[in-house]
């Protein structure tokens, strides 16, 4: 069964304390994003990696980094919360060949930064 | 970047009724595609149907097709004998068929459905 799993699903933080979300999948695909969503303004991208050790920003990079060391994952880093990353995090996977329009998104992140 | 937009934030239908969803995009490409992903309360993200832009045939999944109008840069979604488990956001989608990297998403019309 095709999978992206994400961790933790919930967590609540406080301004500046560093943190990592994590997303896995079994797919063996080659593209991996990450997304946050906020009411009123839908998904945006934030980083997406085609393959291992290749990322490119999206278009809300602010504030966040990322790492592909491994095919099956791509973890999400943010080095120093602030409340305006509070959000719902999405990462989602594709494959890097045809038919390739197919994402599959894992499960969301609520994130909270007090 | 490009843009979508979904101009109606909410929208309501009576339970065996149809309702159809509106989007609209700007490109300047003519290869792309077109999405719709559905957004129930568990909060997964479900593709409901996709558009290839070369493709002249409207695409059809069972109770949900779509109205294409390449020249209007126009994709709504019509959903055919709502369900009571068609409520949930929907979102509109587009990634370019060139650089095929980035996905753009509207900001979602939220569905009712009444019994």
């Known amino acids: 069964e095709a999978q992206v799993t994400q961790n933790p699903r919930y967590l609540i933080t406080v301004t500046g304390k560093k943190l990592t979300v994590t997303c896995s999948q079994n797919m063996n695909h080659e593209y991996m994003s990450w997304y946050r969503q906020d009411p009123g303004l839908g998904l945006r991208q934030i980083y997406y990696?085609?393959?291992?050790?290749?990322?490119d920003k999206g278009d809300v990079p602010e504030g966040y980094k990322v790492s592909r060391k491994e095919k099956r994952n791509f973890p999400l880093i943010l080095e120093s919360p602030s409340p305006n990353q509070t959000s719902l995090y999405f990462c989602?996977?594709?494959?890097?060949?045809?038919?390739?329009?197919?994402?599959?998104f894992g499960p969301g992140t609520r994130l909270t930064v007090t | 970047a490009q843009t979508v937009t979904q101009s109606q934030p909410e929208m309501s239908v009576q339970e065996a009724e149809t309702v159809t969803l509106s989007c609209t995009y700007d490109?300047?490409?003519?290869?792309?595609?077109l999405f719709w992903y559905k957004q129930p309360p568990s909060r997964q993200m479900i593709l409901v149907i996709r558009?290839?832009?070369?493709?002249?045939q409207n695409a059809t999944e069972n109770r949900f097709s779509v109205n294409f109008q390449k020249a209007a840069k126009s994709f709504s979604l019509k959903i055919s004998d709502s369900q009571l488990g068609d409520a949930a956001m929907y979102f509109c989608a587009y990634r370019s068929g060139n650089t095929g990297n980035q996905f753009y998403f509207g900001t979602g019309t939220s569905l009712t459905v009444i019994p």
């Open positions: 990696s085609m393959n291992v050790e290749v990322t």
């Open positions: 989602a996977v594709r494959r890097d060949s045809m038919p390739d329009y197919e994402q599959y």
């Open positions: 490109t300047s490409e003519s290869d792309y595609y």
């Open positions: 558009q290839e832009a070369y493709k002249q």
